[in-house]
């Protein structure tokens, strides 16, 4: 009782020490933005005027700017979270007869369009996909003109997801779930409504950065989910992660939980993020952002070109819960793609969640019920491409870039010549549309081909 009254003194002392920061922060921001405008620091960043435009744009007003449909779907998870999906259902010159897509589509002889699933990475949303200015860089875009169904989750907690049957985003217990929840519910209620939906009988899976380890994890978990997708593919692939570079986060990612949950509180994660993005000039947040992924990840964006870096920073951040913040630090020490660790609640080790002695790892080797597909790039030093090469089954094929960094698979100034073209060829592969032959390229990458082999994972070993 004595430790647990210290215990709320100091976290009482801490919220106020915060608190009062937080207070001291912004008024030296604020006056700092009034004196100087930072172009000096921020060179080749963007700095219009702030007005609505795709800057501050929802995914519903993205799509839609750029000539596209766009649908929005609501899914309840078995524990109450409602998600938001957004669904392209066709490209702006291949419309068909789209009602037959309808809820109360009657049965006619053209067959359901092919159906792709896109989903975002860890404290993103599906904004990711379709920022960038030109739709033919985006590839939820790219799919859906080559005839696609294409479809953008978005996972608890994030902007789009913020919704529960009873509990709401200010109470602890709305935000108490960590990547386990996501991999049991969400993932498979995201993917058979799609499934219902569209009356496919498989659909593919793209996922981004944790986008691609919530599908390891719901996929080797699952194998009747996984028998329903045709190809997953992993773009910046991520389950095993290397060590922190940066040495304050690695010691913050070595902090015993009770203490992360001290610091950051035990509901969203960041949100200073989001009060940054409001109040900053566009240059200086995205000079943020790259200072940021600099420091603690060693990232530069020189792949990113200078002019979108405003436009696709801006929607690079969005909600989490700090639990799911605390699971990665355990997946990042543990080098193990494992579940989440309770045993800090109890001297027993692990009785609280898995009545055993040790925390479970997901099967990743289990994963063979789809064919996997990972894309990783050589300058990437959070993917640990060459453990993850070790626990996946042997006939997972393997694309390597060796100039990208992790953004890079999205957003990178080449990714329509080096990334897209072997995406194709993997849909084409697996599930094919007629409309994949109209598929162009401008540049000098053109020679990278849909026609690139697939490798074997033996070839990786080295890595």
């Known amino acids: 009782m004595l430790r647990r009254a210290l215990i709320s003194r100091v976290w009482g002392l801490l919220e106020l020490l ?5 207070l001291v922060v912004e008024y030296v921001v604020r006056s700092v933005l009034k004196l100087f405008s930072l172009r000096t620091y921020t060179r080749g960043f963007s700095h219009q005027a702030r007005v609505p435009d795709i800057y501050d744009y929802s995914s519903t007003e993205l799509i839609t700017s750029k000539g596209y449909p766009v649908e929005e779907h609501y899914v309840t998870t078995k524990d109450g979270y409602i998600l938001t999906l957004h669904r392209i259902p066709h490209g702006k010159l291949n419309k068909q007869d789209d009602d037959r897509q309808e809820k109360e589509k009657d049965i006619t002889t053209a067959p359901p369009r092919p159906v792709v699933f896109l989903l975002h990475g860890f404290m993103q949303c599906s904004e990711v996909w379709i920022c960038r200015p030109k739709p033919e860089n985006n590839i939820a875009f790219a799919l859906a003109d080559l005839g696609y169904d294409v479809w953008l989750g ?11 049957i009873k509990r709401t985003p200010f109470e602890p217990r709305f935000w108490a779930f960590c990547l386990d929840e996501i991999i049991q519910y969400d993932m498979p209620s995201m993917l058979e409504y799609v499934l219902e939906w569209t009356s496919v009988d498989k659909l593919s899976y793209i996922g ?9 994890g719901a996929f080797s978990m699952n194998p009747a989910l996984a028998k329903r997708v045709n190809v997953f593919i992993a773009l910046a692939s991520t389950a095993k992660v290397l060590p922190l570079q940066n040495r304050m986060l690695n010691a913050v990612a070595h902090t015993r939980p009770e203490m992360l949950f001290l610091m950051f509180g035990n509901k969203s994660f960041l949100n200073i993020v989001l009060w940054w993005r409001v109040h900053a000039p566009r240059g200086t947040f995205a000079w943020m952002i790259e200072f940021g992924n600099k420091m603690l990840f060693g990232w530069d964006g020189s792949r990113i070109a200078d002019s979108e870096k405003s436009h696709v920073y801006a929607h690079l951040y969005s909600q989490t819960s700090v639990k799911c913040v605390v699971h990665w630090f355990q997946i990042i020490c543990s080098r193990t793609f494992q579940m989440f660790d309770d045993s800090y609640r109890t001297s027993a080790r692990n009785v609280d969640s898995y009545h055993q002695n040790s925390v479970p790892s997901y099967p990743l080797s289990r994963l063979q ?3 996997v597909a990972c894309f990783y790039g050589l300058r990437d030093n959070m993917s640990d491409i060459k453990r993850l090469v070790g626990a996946l089954p042997k006939n997972t094929r393997y694309f390597e870039e060796p100039d990208y960094e992790h953004l890079d698979f ?5 990714v329509r010549t080096h990334v897209f073209p072997r995406i194709k060829q993997l849909l084409g592969t697996y599930n094919p549309s007629p409309l994949a032959a109209d598929w162009t390229h401008d540049g000098p990458e053109d020679s990278l081909s849909p026609e690139t082999p697939l490798y074997n994972a033996k070839q990786h070993q080295h890595h």
């Not at 981004?208 to 390891?216: E, M, P, V």
């Not at 999205?410 to 080449?414: E, R, V």
């Open 208 to 216: 981004f950065s944790q986008g691609t380890a919530l599908g390891f």
């Open 154 to 164: 978005n996972v608890r907690g994030n902007k789009y997801s913020m919704k529960h």
């Open 410 to 414: 999205l957003w990178a100034d080449n």
């Open 18 to 22: 915060l608190a009062v920061s937080a």
């Open 369 to 371: 019920s789809c064919p």
